[in-house]
């Protein structure tokens, strides 16, 4: 079973990854944090993109389920000598992976790669489309949190499905190259949240009106109705000049400034999917502040992916 988009993931799958989450969760609070569920299997991280916290938590999530890790280092591979992706995959499955996580800078090669393996391959961020594990970091990172947004009804935890239900979440900044913003508008509507989309029109993607969000291009209007700011990482690498007028006129409208705390609700959550440009989507003091739940984020990173393998693996059976 792959995971490449949030849509891959069945209901009782998405439920049975929440659940496992929190198993794995108090396995990762114990003094030896380790299990055997993987044991003998086989995990391989391939990245043609940088990354500290994906890889990094994929690999002790690993790791802490006794699964074998290999590391693929794009620098010293032989992708230098002219290896092509496809044949990279099938070099890696002859070698007998169980899992292949993989990042790659263009939309769609995690399903690409999906027809070269009999790994499960897990889409760890193509491009500008999806990053599926990060979103379900962040929806149980704000099960979590929920019952300290006082517009959350408890009712809903603990039922089937609309696990976040009456939370409003704003999605903002550069969301048109942002393969989280993607899977977290999926994931968190699956989930009953309403979410809005906040940026510069030229960084919206032309299709935004088809998902199911509302949009608009004035954050000062709309950051006091937020349960949630999600700030998204201003994409230097990816953002052409012309997008934008200049970046300080990108802060002055859409940076989370001091003046911007204090327009929030006195519960508002801040998250970010890391890394952060200080200073530019978040100020330090956004970033640091006890509305801030960033490293929160972080820490359920490992937890969560443990809980994707565990699922994908098939060691925990699910109905559908
Ligand atoms: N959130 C995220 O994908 O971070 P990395 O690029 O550090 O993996």
């Given at each position: 079973m792959n995971l490449t988009s949030i849509d891959d993931l069945t209901p009782s799958l998405f439920q049975e990854i929440i659940s496992l989450s929190d198993r794995f969760i108090e396995v990762s609070s114990r003094p030896i944090p380790k299990v055997p569920v993987l044991r003998g299997k086989t995990l391989a991280t391939v990245f043609y993109e940088n990354s500290t916290r994906t890889r990094l938590s994929f690999e002790a999530a690993a790791k802490r389920l006794s699964c074998d890790t290999l590391t693929f280092n794009l620098t010293t591979s032989s992708t230098s000598k002219g290896e092509s992706l496809q044949d990279t995959i099938q070099t890696l499955d002859a070698m007998g992976i169980d899992f292949l996580v993989i990042r790659h800078p263009l939309a769609g090669v995690a399903r690409l790669a999906s027809g070269w393996t009999n790994a499960s391959v897990i889409n760890a961020g193509d491009g500008c489309d999806e990053h599926p594990t990060q979103a379900l970091i962040d929806c149980i990172t704000l099960i979590q949190i929920s019952n300290q947004l006082s517009d959350y009804d408890p009712d809903c935890q603990g039922s089937d499905w609309p696990y976040l239900k009456n939370l409003h979440i704003g999605i903002v900044g550069d969301i048109v190259h942002s393969r989280v913003a993607r899977s977290n508008v999926r994931a968190f509507t699956r989930l009953g949240a309403k979410v809005t989309l906040v940026g510069p029109p030229t960084l919206l993607p032309s299709d935004a009106s088809s998902w199911p969000v509302d949009i608009t291009y004035d954050l000062d209007e709309v950051i006091?109705?937020?349960?949630v700011v999600y700030a998204l990482r201003f994409q230097k690498e990816r953002?052409?000049?012309?997008?934008?007028?200049s970046l300080d006129e990108y802060i002055r409208y859409w940076g989370i400034s001091s003046d911007r705390l204090d327009a929030m609700k006195p519960h508002c959550k801040i998250m970010h999917p890391g890394p952060i440009n200080r200073g530019v989507e978040l100020s330090s003091q956004a970033a640091d502040c006890e509305k801030s739940v960033i490293l929160r984020q972080v820490n359920n990173s490992v937890p969560v992916r443990m809980a994707v393998l565990a699922a994908l693996s098939g060691v925990y059976v699910h109905d559908d």
């Open positions: 006091s109705q937020f349960d953002i052409v000049q012309s997008l934008i007028p």
